[in-house]
């Protein structure tokens, strides 16, 4: 029975990427039958909303999607897509890794860390109101239900990957109740691990200032909504910006995976953008599907093509176009050494 999967082209040069993508995911030998699902720009005017029913009840089916990246549209009324899709389907987790890439220009070589960032909660929780015509009041929501769900997630994620340390990353010093039950249930959640993953943690801004400084003291992170926002940007500025950062959103009645960057209207069509971002979610998406070794291969082999540096496209130098540098994937993906055996 071939795997099926919710395909999600998206807006832009998403429909170019999920092509290069699903080709490279298809050359690893299992058996994929992808449901394409459209939703964003072209069913606003079909349909009427950029993210019809069809689209989440084709995720709850198959529990797990692909997602290129949507366009939201400015001042339409239409709430972004990717807000509503992790609220609707319950997507707890935001799963951000950021590595080092041999042939991505960036500040430091060794860069190996896992962002964990609760999803559902914290000042997104959209909770806020005037106070009168010059006052505004946003709600900081933080529970202990899903501030262990989340610590949960990020030390069994340590354990599943074999990484040796989770930071929760808070700013209780200031915010004793609601940064200070976060910790509370972080600590709680690590003395259940105790012996096995190491567990600290530290306040927000000395952590970003270390993350500048010292990435390599540094392992798994796990952090509220907003800082997790931020802080995982500033990560993937560590290892080369938003083209080559992959991303997964988790719940438990299934999981989207999507690239960090956006639908880069300019480039769409044009086969120029590069698929690297969603093929590493692709790879993401193996390794939660249990093909860990799979995944390693296809993680492998783009960076093979990254260092090898022959077809990369624009933004990293090279002048391949976005179905050149696939081909080179799928390539590369015969000779790929797992991506773990890599320095
Ligand atoms: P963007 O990430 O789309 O593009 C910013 C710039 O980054 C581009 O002009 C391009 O130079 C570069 N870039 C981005 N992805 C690239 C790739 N794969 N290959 C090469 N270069 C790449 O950000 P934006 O311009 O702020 O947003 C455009 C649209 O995307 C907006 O409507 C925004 O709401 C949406 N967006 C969607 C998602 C998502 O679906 N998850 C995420 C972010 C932004």
């Known amino acids: 029975m071939p795997h099926r999967i919710t395909l999600i082209p998206g807006d832009g040069i998403g429909p170019e990427l999920a092509e290069a993508t699903t080709r490279v995911l298809d050359a690893t030998g299992i058996a994929f039958e992808w449901e394409v699902q459209e939703a964003g720009e072209a069913t606003i005017a079909k349909e009427g909303t950029p993210l019809p029913d069809r689209v989440l009840e084709s995720i709850r089916r198959n529990k797990i999607a692909l997602k290129g990246p949507i366009t939201t549209p400015v001042g339409s009324g239409f709430r972004s897509v990717n807000v509503a899709l992790r609220q609707a389907l319950k997507l707890y987790a935001n799963l951000r890794p950021a590595r080092s890439m041999v042939g991505v220009q960036s500040r430091y070589e060794d860069v190996d860390l896992v962002i ?10 959209g909770i806020e109101h005037m106070v009168g015509p010059d006052a505004a009041e946003s709600i900081k929501i933080i529970t202990r239900a899903a501030s262990e769900r989340i610590a949960r997630f990020a030390f069994e994620y340590a354990v599943a990957n074999g990484r040796r340390k989770v930071t929760a990353v808070h700013k209780a010093n200031i915010m004793k109740l609601s940064d200070g039950l976060f910790l509370e249930s972080c600590r709680t959640v690590a003395a259940g691990y105790e012996g096995r993953i190491e567990f600290e943690d530290r306040i927000v801004d000395n952590m970003c200032m270390q993350l500048v400084q010292k990435p390599d003291l540094y392992d798994v992170l796990v952090l509220p909504n907003l800082y997790g926002d931020i802080v995982s940007d500033l990560c993937a500025g560590l290892v080369g910006g938003l083209g080559v950062a992959p991303g997964a959103n988790i719940g438990e009645d299934g999981a989207v995976f999507e690239p960090v960057h956006g639908s880069a209207p300019k480039y769409a069509g044009l086969n120029k953008a590069n698929p690297t971002a969603l093929i590493l ?6 390794r939660h599907m249990g093909f860990v070794e799979a995944g390693e291969r296809v993680e492998g082999a783009v960076r093979a093509v990254v260092a090898e540096g022959r077809r990369t496209t624009y933004d990293l130098g090279g002048d391949a176009g976005t179905s050149q540098f696939a081909d080179a994937v799928i390539e590369a993906l015969g000779s790929a050494a797992p991506a773990s055996a890599r320095a």
Request: hydrophobic share 45%; glycine share 6%; net charge negative.
């Open 281 to 286: 979610s692709g790879a993401l998406m193996l």
């Open 116 to 125: 964990v960032r609760e999803n559902t909660e914290d000042l997104y929780a």
